[in-house]
């Protein structure tokens, strides 16, 4: 029987394995060649995507709601690959449909997909399998959707917006793990993740907003638009939503019975465990880039 790991230990684990993601990310975001960027973005994202899902269904898979996997995979590759057409668009798909107009329509192909399933293929899926497995899907692939979206943003370059968002995600994960584990005192829902106290909270908006602000005037002009009072309300409200996509996780792992959505990554534990806060987090970034940054 293992022992578990002390707090020191997992640290150094999630620091290790949070040094080999950067290794793999920043090659692929600023390769020198932009085919080869493209491609390594919709590779990594897919993969991502695919992970998730399955690890979602993982979760699912001891309750009477099982997640229809196949579906969910091929619609949610499909949806990534359009979202990723920012600027083109391959000649078999006609020039009516746009990017906006097939982000609608392969979640509605998708809901009738697993209505038919559940009409003419099985009859003995429950009807409830079919919700549980539309929530996987927007909680995975149309969430990670927005990511591409940030990336193939117009108004400023992908790599170094993208970079961005992350940096100042991931640190408020950071703050709130440092400061929580030296100070954490009072805790912040109990029920949910009895981890999460206030102190870390704090942590979590203070060190973001300080990696914001940072990271704006660090990079020069390729961040310029972000510079001012941009830098430090993104730095709240990008760390703020983090931790409600960390609870919201949590809350998944617990109705289901689980402590971690995978061990794929030592000291930080599955995939969904790695993006969950970068998937709550990726609407708002770009929504509030496209009403601060374009007229």
Known sequence: MSTPS?????FWQRLGSTFGLWVIILPALFATNSAVTNLSFLLIVSLLGIIGIREYAQMFSQTPTPVLLWPTIVTGLTILLFSSMRGWQPSFIPSAL?????DILIPTLLLLWLLGYKLWLSG?????????????????????????????????????LLLYFILVTKFSDLGAYVIGSLCGRHKMTPRISPGKTWEGFAGAIGVSTLVSVITVYATGSALEPFRGAHCIVLGILLSGLAVVGDLVESLLKRETGVKDSGNLFPGIGGCLDLIDSLLFNAPLFYLYCRLALTN
């Open 124 to 160: 003995r899926v429950p009807l409830a399998s079919l919700a549980v497995s539309l929530m996987g899907w927007f909680y995975t692939f149309w969430l990670l959707t927005f990511i591409t979206k940030i990336y193939y943003f117009p108004a400023i370059n992908g790599s170094w």
């Open 6 to 10: 002390s707090k020191s230990q997992i």
């Open 98 to 102: 746009t990017s906006q107009e097939l």
